[in-house]
């Protein structure tokens, strides 16, 4: 069964930083590209970053650029989002998202997500 | 970069009727365009790729269409279940932006 469980996410300061996680199981990680996308209650969706299965391609949206790196171990079957000089505006529900192939293409698995609160 | 622009952002329609969500790209994007389902209260489910194709155990009655910087999603029979609200996203180039969603309910 396919799961992919975020940790990391909790309050945190203006100009702060944050490292969410997310553990994947239940498929061969390194054979997909990874994706972190957020939600803020009551609003839509939007892309933060992907991975590619090898790390060799990597992108962001123009919110997070520069502040947010994405990043993967795929001997521990993992994907992080080092998150940087947080704004207010990065409070939200992140998800961490499968691609539907090794590169930057559509998602077809998402986990729970973890909320991530800016305030001071 | 490419923006996404869905329209309506919500409507109201009645059981069995056909709705139509558009979905326009700033810029042409091929067929690079996935479709998305989000019901109250869970996660995003994919349900359409490659502007036109429908992975397995998606009701026949979602459909998409187009290329180039114009897609739709036509629901053909509206059933209760498919009140949820519906997101376009390009895929051809990072960044893989979303549309603003457009909300489905029942009238």
């Known amino acids: 069964e396919l799961q992919l469980v975020e940790s990391g996410g909790g309050l945190v300061q203006p100009g702060g930083s944050l490292r969410l996680s997310c553990a994947a199981s239940?498929?061969?990680?390194?054979?997909?590209?990874m994706h972190w996308v957020r939600q803020t209650p009551g609003r839509g969706l939007e892309w933060v970053s992907g991975?590619?299965?090898?790390?060799?391609?990597?992108g962001y949206g123009d919110s997070v650029k520069g502040r947010f790196t994405i990043s993967r171990d795929n001997a521990k079957n993992t994907l992080y989002l080092q998150m940087n000089s947080l704004r207010a505006e990065d409070t939200a529900f992140y998800y961490c998202?499968?691609?539907?192939?090794?590169?930057?293409?559509?998602?077809?698995?998402w986990g729970q997500g973890a909320p991530v609160t800016v305030s001071s | 970069d490419i923006q996404m622009t869905q329209s309506p952002s919500s409507l109201s329609a009645s059981v069995g009727d056909r709705v139509t969500i558009t979905c326009r790209a700033s810029?042409?994007?091929?067929?690079?365009l996935a479709w998305y389902q989000q019901k109250p209260g869970r996660l995003p489910r994919l349900l359409v790729y490659?502007?036109?194709t429908s992975p397995s155990g998606v009701p026949s009655r979602f459909s998409g269409s187009g290329s180039g910087t114009y897609f739709t999603l036509t629901i053909s029979n509206l059933q209760p279940e498919d009140v949820a609200s519906y997101y376009c996203?390009?895929?051809?180039?990072?960044?893989?932006?979303f549309g603003g969603g457009t909300k489905v309910e029942l009238k």
């Open positions: 991975i590619s299965w090898n790390s060799g391609s990597l």
């Open positions: 998202a499968k691609d539907n192939s090794a590169f930057l293409q559509f998602l077809d698995f």
């Open positions: 996203q390009k895929y051809d180039s990072a960044p893989l932006t």
């Open positions: 239940g498929f061969t990680f390194d054979d997909y590209a």
């Open positions: 810029q042409g994007i091929s067929n690079y």
């Open positions: 490659a502007a036109s």
